[in-house]
């Protein structure tokens, strides 16, 4: 969860190490969610618009990028690793949504506002969790930590808005080109 980059001396070690570890945790996250939507089941079908896929996982890794950039450093104070808790959250939560989107299927997708807004607490608040584990001590013990608290907050917001999710059986579908089963 948390590279060892804040150690190395160089800007570009840095840059190379923050990249990594973004792509890492992006596409970590990004993964658990398909894998967690292929269990979701329609009498329909369901396929995915590739656009939105793709946008769903670029959001993922961008959105932990900015929050390592953010909580990185020796010293960073409880305010930076708030503001990185909560664009990791966002991230996490708008990977979800956009995800969410991506799914083309013969039923309409509507949310109940208060669990949508619950997911989005549950994935900031434990990636602020994560993200103070990561810094207390650069133990194996402590990066596990991190690690399973991550992956709560994964979990815990993808099955959250899951619950969030009304579906409203429509007669028929429209299938663009765009649009690729997975």
Do not use: E
Not at 53 to 64: D, N, Q, W
Not at 105 to 113: E, G, N, S, V
């Amino acid at each position: 969860l948390w590279p060892c980059w804040t150690r190395t001396s160089g800007r570009s070690a840095r840059r190379r190490w923050l990249a990594a570890a973004a792509v890492s945790l992006g596409l970590g996250v990004w993964s658990m969610h398909f894998i967690a939507m292929l269990g979701f089941q329609s009498d329909g079908g369901v396929a995915y618009d590739g656009g939105l896929t793709v946008l769903s996982f670029l959001l993922a890794v961008f959105g932990t990028g900015i929050a390592f950039l953010t909580a990185g450093g020796p010293s960073a104070s409880p305010l930076r690793l708030s503001l990185a808790a909560l664009f990791m959250g966002v991230a996490i939560a708008a990977m979800h949504y956009v995800g969410m989107a991506a799914m083309r299927t013969t039923a309409t997708l509507t949310y109940r506002p208060t669990l949508v807004a619950l997911s989005v607490a549950i994935a900031v608040v434990a990636s602020f969790a994560a993200l103070f584990a990561a810094r207390r001590k650069r133990d194996l013990a402590w990066r596990a930590v991190a690690a399973v608290l991550l992956g709560l907050a994964i979990v815990s917001m993808h099955y959250t808005g899951m619950a969030a999710l009304i579906l409203a059986p429509t007669t028929d579908v429209v299938r663009d080109a765009n649009t690729s089963r997975l």
